[in-house]
Nanobody
C-alpha cells in the first residue's frame, strides 16, 4: 500500500523560499509508474496542480509557477521535494503531494495516491 506524507514548515515569511518534502512508502518513486505531483488548495478555492517529477526524473511545471518552482528527488530516501521561491501571502494554502499515472489533473480522482496535506501560511 503506497502512502505519502508531507513535511515542512507551516509558516514562511514573504519573499522567502517554501520547501516541502514528500516521503513515499510502500512503493518506489523510480518505478515505471507515472508522476509524483505537488498540488495546493488556497483557502476557499479549488485544487491547483503545481508541478510533477516523473519516475525517470524529468520535471514538468505549471506555466504560471515555473519561474518560482523546483521539484527534485532523493531516491535513496524515496522522497521528492518542492521548492517555491519568493513566496507571497497568495501562496498560503494546504499543500498536497500525490501520485498518478498522469499530471496536471486538478481533481482528487485524477490521482491514485494522496498525502494528508500540510497547511502553509505565508505571513510576516
Amino acid at each position: 500500500q503506497v502512502q505519502l506524507q508531507e513535511s515542512g514548515p507551516g509558516l514562511v515569511k514573504p519573499s522567502q523560499t517554501l520547501s516541502l518534502t514528500c516521503t513515499v512508502s510502500g512503493g518506489s518513486i523510480t518505478a515505471d509508474y507515472g508522476y509524483w505531483s505537488w498540488i495546493r488548495q488556497p483557502p476557499g478555492k479549488g485544487l491547483e496542480w503545481m508541478g510533477a517529477i516523473r519516475y525517470s526524473g524529468n520535471t514538468v511545471y505549471r506555466p504560471s509557477l515555473k519561474s518560482r518552482t523546483s521539484i527534485f528527488r532523493n531516491t535513496s530516501k524515496n522522497q521528492f521535494t518542492l521548492q517555491l521561491r519568493s513566496v507571497t501571502p497568495e501562496d498560503t494554502a494546504v499543500y498536497y503531494c500525490a501520485g498518478g499515472r498522469y499530471y496536471n489533473g486538478e481533481r482528487r480522482e485524477d490521482y491514485d495516491y494522496w498525502g494528508q496535506g500540510t497547511q502553509v501560511t505565508v505571513s510576516s
